[in-house]
């Protein structure tokens, strides 16, 4: 370059303003980066250039674009400069001077120290480097192949240049930052995860686009046992090496005790660095393998303070270059993840509930059998992700016995049927106060819970790692069963070889669905077996007077015979004379009648459903006429107190298989009825009884101009303990019981009984065969 | 003739005594109790004294038996028959209740039942089936 073009040049230098002009709007980083690299080129004509970008991992810089000039063109120079180690002469100065860097004499240079131009025509190099946070990020190399006049004011110059496109790259970095924050918040935001496992993918995906991420795990927090157990990783490949459970030490942390606690502790992001020095570190054969040094632990806290776990991040970059406010939104990236996780929690296991409706509806219906508590077992290793479920319930000797299971794989069921209660961990777990009991890593030393309790036999229950026993309790909050989870280890799915503070959470639900339920069918079953009794104690209790009244009855009889043979005058006991009323006609008809009554009692029970024995007929051939005339003669004072008759029409009816008894009492009901239910709006109130007969079939009608039935009572009037409006309004303490016996009576006999009009007149048809 | 031991839980009621009375006139010797306990140390004194017991079903349970294993104290007198007969006591045993035959499965010929009378019942009905028995017997 000219004397004058030097000049020239120079005066275009100070003009600071182009350059921040150039490059202020500037939407990203890497074009904000070639405007300038372009800008440089354009002042200074260089006869080489490029730009080298700094790789922290491998600790050297790389060419990350250069100048259209023939020397990049040969791809052997392109091979020999692509990598500049961070600690050689030129760049190494730049590197860790953090300030630009001018080469007088090249070629002479090169000579002592190692030094590399890129060609021997190179005059000057200058050095420029980009700084974001204090760390050389780029190095704009510019080899001119003329001398700089006015190098050392260049120098000044240079080192002003290089603070201020540093300052801008870093704002239009910022800017472009701030973008993505946004653009990764809308889409976190508008994620559709269902599980806590998927939403780390997508994390991490979108994590990408504002900070590069080696590795990102999941932990979900336990609260049982103040535990972090490991859930998922994402990639599972890196470096091309794969990532497998061996690469953790531990996939159980205790919260006490490991980085990820704290960050649960202060419920907020923690950053933590050296981690490779840090002795609190706990898997440091992951990173060892991996050669991280730093990371960030961000808490999953629902906005109740809930916490369901953690998400370490394991940055590309180094912390240096790390933006702190990108804290901020990772947390509340989380905080909306555990409200979605919550919300999808709350469905997942309404969905989950609703389907042991079916199985329960068929508890209550049926009687208990193995099957269905095996069939619950099935649905809850299915639903809860667990290897093996069985359900204990208490027996008459108050220990605990096995009705259902699932057993384990090669093993139909488990050894032990019963336990006694606080007998290894099942009798344990049976008589505890807490609704779930959980036992963590079994088998493993490191928890040593109850492990000397530990009694199951191996190849049952050693495939455990864990084991939840949840309490089935009574309505009383009493102990009756317990339902036992087992989680087994393998080797190949170790993610999901314990349970987490979720599945916790799902199981107490379960707990409480399962409690009710089986509360509910109990107090059904015992409610009808309840029934029963109190049906039997009805029973009795109408039968039990009648047994008494006959006794009496007899032994008075006895007495009184016995003391009138031997005293021949009357004995009077208020005016009666007691002589006629035992010896009489009258005594035997009542000692029969409290038989009969007996029998009523039988019919009147079995028409209240429980004794669904069909009644006892004693059949002779008999005279419905007859019967008829006996029934109204039992009924003279009634009629006559009423002024109402009732007129038995010739019915020419052949004499019938029928109980006379039962029949009477038929005939008694229907009529007295009638008289109950009279209109007495009517001026003459009467009962008719007529009867047709065909081939088959004698039909007896009794008609009556009373009350009647209202149209809504016809379908109900047969129907044991109905009572009809209108004769509730006439006659309100009536059993309802009377239609009910009459109908078993008469389908007892083969016939029918029926209202074939309700009112005005009201008649009712019985039908017998003949 | 044997004596007939009555066991129901109201034996000592004022129908009871008017019923044994009755029958104590037509020559039948009683000999009862209304208590669970008490049939036991009777049966094991007087058993060879003793023809035929009659037996009510429904009865308190007394602490004897759970409420459970009796429906509720609807099927004492069965769980006690049980008993009697374990106890290698053979004396038949009519039984007399409300309960209704058919709503109660028993073995009449394991349990040496030799017949199962629903009340009410005439007392002369019951003295008759008594001598009947009684009759077979000497037979």
């Given amino acids: 370059m000219s004397f004058i073009n030097q000049i020239k040049m120079v005066q275009k230098l100070s003009q600071f303003g182009d350059i921040i002009e150039n490059v202020k ?13 372009d800008y440089l080129n354009s002042l200074f004509n260089p006869r080489i250039s490029c730009v080298y970008e700094y790789l922290y991992k491998e600790n050297k810089f790389k060419i990350l674009f250069n100048s259209r000039t023939s020397f990049w063109d040969d791809k052997e120079n392109i091979k020999n400069f692509m990598y500049r180690p961070s600690n050689e002469w030129a760049i190494g100065k730049c590197f860790s001077e953090k300030s630009s860097i001018l080469i007088k004499s090249p070629i002479s240079a090169s000579k002592e120290k190692k030094y590399y131009p890129f060609s021997d025509e190179i005059r000057t190099e200058i050095l420029i480097p980009i700084l974001i946070n204090n760390n050389v990020q780029y190095i704009i190399i510019l080899s001119l192949d003329y001398r700089l006049i006015f190098g050392n004011k260049l120098k000044e110059y240079s080192h002003t240049i290089t603070q201020t496109l540093s300052l801008i790259f870093q704002l239009v970095r910022e800017n472009e930052l701030n973008k993505n924050k946004l653009d990764y918040f809308s889409k976190v935001t508008s994620f559709n995860v269902t599980t806590i496992e998927n939403y780390l993918v997508e994390l991490y995906n979108y994590f990408q686009s504002i900070i590069p991420i080696k590795i990102i795990t999941l932990y979900i927090y336990n609260s049982y046992d103040n535990t972090l157990v490991l859930r998922n990783y994402h990639p599972r490949a890196m470096d091309n090496k794969k990532i497998s459970s061996k690469d953790f030490d531990f996939l159980v942390l205790k919260c006490s005790e490991s980085l990820s606690g704290l960050a649960i502790k202060e419920k907020s992001p923690l950053v933590f ?8 570190f706990q898997n440091k054969r992951l990173i060892n393998t991996f050669k991280l040094d730093w990371f960030i632990s961000v808490p999953i806290i629902a906005p109740n303070r809930e916490c369901f776990g953690v998400i370490n991040i394991f940055p590309e970059c180094l912390n240096s270059q790390f933006d702190n406010s990108l804290l901020e939104l990772f947390q509340i990236s989380t905080s909306f993840l555990a409200v979605m996780v919550k919300l999808n929690n709350v469905l997942e296991t309404e969905k989950f509930l609703f389907t042991y409706d079916k199985i329960f509806q068929y508890l209550v219906e049926n009687e208990e059998s193995k099957e269905i508590w095996n069939n619950l077992c099935e649905l809850i290793i299915k639903q809860m992700h667990c290897e093996a479920c069985s359900i204990f319930m208490k027996n008459k000797k108050g220990n605990i016995s096995l009705v259902g299971t699932t057993g384990i794989e090669g093993n139909p069921s488990y050894d032990i049927v019963e336990y006694l209660p606080s007998e290894g961990l099942t009798g344990t777990a049976f008589i505890q106060n807490e609704p779930i009991i959980y036992y963590s890593d079994v088998q493993n030393d490191v928890h040593k819970i109850h492990k000397r309790k530990y009694r199951e036999k191996l190849h049952s229950a050693g495939y455990s790692k864990s084991l939840i026993f949840i309490q089935i309790v009574d309505h009383n909050k009493n102990n009756i069963g317990v339902i036992r989870c087992n989680n087994k280890y393998n080797d190949e799915n170790f993610l999901s070889s314990r349970f987490t503070g979720i599945d916790i959470y799902k199981f107490n639900l ?5 409690s009710n339920i089986l509360i509910k069918t109990n107090w059904i079953k015992n409610s009808i077996k309840h029934i029963e009794r109190s049906f039997n104690c009805l029973h009795h209790e109408l039968l039990s007077p009648i047994d008494g009244i006959l006794i009496h009855i007899e032994w008075l009889k006895n007495r009184f015979n016995k003391i009138d043979n031997i005293i021949s005058k009357s004995v009077t006991m208020n005016n009666v004379d007691l002589h006629e009323l035992l010896k009489g006609e009258i005594i035997n008809k009542k000692v029969e009648d409290m038989f009969q009554s007996g029998k009523l009692i039988d019919v009147l029970v079995s028409t209240m459903g429980k004794l669904e024995d069909e009644v006892q007929l004693n059949l002779e051939k008999i005279s419905i006429v007859n019967l008829l005339y006996t029934c109204r003669s039992f009924m003279t004072n009634e009629l006559k107190r009423k002024k109402m008759d009732i007129t038995i029409e010739h019915l020419g009816f052949p004499k019938t298989l029928a109980d006379p008894n039962q029949l009477m009492r038929v005939f008694y009901n229907v009529l007295r009825n009638s008289i109950k239910y009279i209109d007495e709006k009517e001026k003459q109130n009467y009962i008719t009884i007529k009867g047709k007969q065909d081939h ?5 009608i009794v ?30 303490q009536g059993s309802g019981l009377g239609l009910a016996f009459c109908k078993k009576i008469i389908e007892s006999h083969g016939g029918e009984i029926k209202f074939t009009k309700i009112n005005k007149p009201t008649i009712l048809e019985i039908t017998l065969p003949k | 003739m044997k004596k007939v031991f009555f066991i129901d839980d109201e034996s000592d009621s004022e129908k009871f005594l008017s019923r044994y009375e009755l029958m104590q006139e037509e020559g039948i010797d009683i000999i009862y109790t209304n208590k669970l306990k008490e049939a036991f140390s009777i049966l094991e004194d007087k058993k060879d004294t003793i023809g035929l017991i009659i037996l009510d079903i429904i ?8 409420e459970d294993d009796t429906n509720g104290g609807t099927t004492t007198g069965l769980k006690l028959l049980h008993e009697i007969r374990n106890n290698g006591i053979n004396i038949p045993v009519i039984i007399l209740s409300i309960k209704r035959k058919n709503s ?3 073995d009449m010929n394991k349990l040496n039942v030799i017949k199962y009378i629903e009340k009410p019942i005439e007392t002369s009905f019951l003295v008759n089936v008594i001598k009947e028995h009684y009759n077979d017997d000497n037979n």
């Fill in chain 2, 59 to 66: 009865m308190p349970t007394e602490d004897r038996y759970s």
């Fill in chain 2, 104 to 106: 109660l499965t028993i």
């Fill in chain 1, 696 to 700: 088959n079939y004698l039909y007896l």
């Fill in chain 1, 510 to 514: 379960l707990a409480q669905f399962i």
């Fill in chain 1, 25 to 37: 709007d500037m939407k990203d980083s890497k074009s904000a980066l070639i405007k300038i690299f």
């Fill in chain 1, 273 to 280: 660095t050296d981690i490779q020095q840090n002795n609190e």
């Fill in chain 1, 703 to 732: 008609e009556d101009n009373g009350i009647g039935l209202d149209p809504n009572d016809i379908s109900k009037a047969f129907i044991q303990l109905y009572r009809g409006s209108n004769a509730r309004k006439v006659f309100p």
